[in-house]
């Protein structure tokens, strides 16, 4: 299941389980809505097992690929929040960190994620 919340123009993502077909069809959409966006910010939520499909995967690395230069200069912030401790050590590699041209962040609720971009990112 995939919910998406919108304030200020920080998108909130948060995809559970179950999953359904179409979670993967509402991520996509949402990152061809966020490529004609200005000055957003992303906080994404991930729980559960399930991994996106290899088709969902390629079109996701071709849209980040495609829209660097513009979360360069457009996202405010990608922040992935834990949800839980197993995933916490690939979330803060310095290697996923660098593959981000915004400022990339991992925390524990999606409570201070809201408020790093609220209150002037530091």
Not at 23 to 38: P, V, Y
Not at 44 to 58: D, H, Q, R, W, Y
Not at 69 to 80: A, P, T, Y
Request: charged content about 30%.
């Amino acid at each position: 299941m995939i919910q998406i919340n919108e304030n200020n123009n920080i998108f909130e993502i948060i995809i559970t389980e179950p999953r359904e077909d179409r979670d993967e069809e509402q991520f996509l959409n949402l990152l061809a809505r966020l490529s004609d966006e200005m000055n957003f910010g992303l906080i994404l939520e991930v729980s559960g097992e399930k991994a996106f499909s290899k088709e969902s995967k390629i079109q996701l690395n071709k849209w980040f690929k495609l829209n660097k230069e513009h979360l360069r200069n457009q996202c405010l912030g990608f922040i992935r929040v834990k949800a839980d401790a197993k995933n916490s050590d690939k979330l803060k590699s310095r290697a996923f960190s660098l593959a981000m041209p915004c400022p990339y962040r991992v925390m524990e609720t999606r409570e201070q994620a809201s408020l790093w971009f609220t209150t002037g990112q530091k």
